[in-house]
């Protein structure tokens, strides 16, 4: 079992800077592969944001590439997301998620709200 808690969430003015964090704890916790963001806008479907492997291997979404950063400390098992230039469409709930390594299920958090103002 892996409990995921994101926070760092807010309101912010379109170009501003926001960095979220996720806390993983549990029992597998030293299970966990890849962890990652995803973010859902009202009337849309969840998509990907960023993923950075154990190994610290990173990919980002088209989106957002050049303007957010995700980091991982392996000691703290947390991960985090850095959003620099924020814009308008980049409001969501953003969810942070833990993907094991044998059984390759995904864990969620249970999401934090982001909010850019025009």
């Known amino acids: 079992q892996v409990q995921l808690v994101e926070s760092g969430g807010g309101l912010v003015q379109a170009g501003e800077s926001l960095r979220l964090s996720c806390a993983a704890s549990g029992r597998s916790i030293a299970s966990i592969n890849a962890m990652g963001w995803y973010r859902q806008a009202p009337g849309k479907q969840r998509e990907f944001v960023a993923v950075?492997?154990?190994?610290?291997?990173?990919n980002y979404a088209d989106s957002v590439k050049g303007r957010f950063t995700i980091s991982r400390d392996n000691a703290k098992i947390t991960v985090y997301l850095q959003m620099n230039s924020l814009k308008p469409e980049d409001t969501a709930v953003y969810y942070c998620?833990?993907?094991?390594?044998?059984?390759?299920?995904?864990?969620w958090g249970q999401g934090t709200q982001v909010t850019v103002s025009s």
């Open positions: 950075i492997t154990s190994r610290g291997s990173t």
């Open positions: 998620n833990a993907d094991m390594v044998i059984t390759a299920r995904r864990y």
